[in-house]
């Protein structure tokens, strides 16, 4: 079962999992609808659950909406889960590396102090919280995925407005912070881990979901330059420039690479100019 299933990544982790055989039901029900939910989940009676429903835009206006649909929706859901004669396998829960903060580590591990800095990262660490009041009822694996980006993503996003730019071959473009470093993930990538955690993860952990590598904003313009052609020129607008930013946001990806390994397996990451190039494809295919 998946909630969050007509979502950016619900839609690439259906495809994937249909792709190897498994069957994948969508949760209709609101997650703050409790009666509508206990009585779908009753229904589906869900071997694994990948919980991917949230708000994913972090700069969202609406703070109030980050807890109730995180931290509340969440104990809601797994509340209801706690009502099946028999419980699930495995239920993934995506949390954020946000909840990090500004790390004094040059990689984030999982272990460390948490040092959110706004409404959408502490919604998380909320979350993650909450879900430990489950870990003696249900088998629960915690993920902390990085920047990730691929074709379908809202270009309310950063690398998916850059791309439209370069598309359009427009003459400039408006950002804000201009001075990050962030890895930026293939989504399938993601759902990849996501699939094998529901599988092998071991419940009460939490994993980060990272390939390790930094990338300056500067790199990924000078990629799509080179794939398109095209320069642009970058302006920073005020509006734009959040007050609170976190500068570095780089995951160590060794508990999940040992997972994997002793399990024969490995996480497959995809080079990312391919994924530049798919989502230029997508683009100029939208803009026709």
Request: hydrophobic share 40%; proline share 4%; with cysteine.
């Amino acid at each position: 079962m998946v909630t969050g299933a007509r979502g950016f990544t619900g839609i690439h982790i259906t495809e994937m999992a249909q792709k190897q055989g498994i069957k994948v039901i969508a949760l209709e029900s609101n997650l703050n609808d409790e009666k509508a939910l206990n009585q779908e989940i009753a229904q589906i009676s869900p071997d694994y659950v990948a919980h991917l429903a949230g708000i994913s835009f972090v700069a969202s206006k609406d703070h109030e909406a980050f807890y109730r649909v995180h931290a509340l929706g969440t104990s809601n859901l797994l509340q209801a889960l706690t009502k099946l004669q028999t419980a699930p396998k495995k239920i993934l829960l995506a949390s954020s590396a946000t909840v990090y903060g500004n790390s004094p580590n040059h990689l984030s591990v999982e272990d460390q102090p948490l040092t959110p800095i706004d409404h959408y990262a502490i919604s998380k660490v909320a979350m993650e919280d909450m879900a430990k009041t489950f870990f003696n009822r249900l088998p629960i694996v915690i993920a902390r995925p990085f920047n990730y980006t691929g074709p379908g993503q809202k270009g309310n996003f950063l690398i998916p407005k850059l791309v439209d730019h370069f598309a359009k071959r427009k003459s400039f473009i408006e950002l804000g912070n201009l001075n990050i470093e962030r890895e930026f993930n293939d989504v399938n990538m993601i759902c990849d881990a996501y699939l094998k955690l529901l599988e092998l993860g071991k419940a009460n952990e939490i994993y980060n979901v990272c390939s390790g590598q930094a990338r300056s904003l500067q790199f990924v313009v000078d990629t799509l330059k080179k794939i398109t052609g095209h320069a642009i020129e970058i302006r920073v607008n005020p509006d734009f420039v959040r007050a609170s930013e976190v500068h570095r946001m780089v995951g160590s990806p060794e508990k999940l690479k040992q997972l994997l390994a002793g399990n024969g397996l490995s996480l497959q990451i995809p080079a990312l100019e391919n994924t530049f190039k798919q989502m230029l494809d997508a683009s100029s295919s939208s803009s026709a």
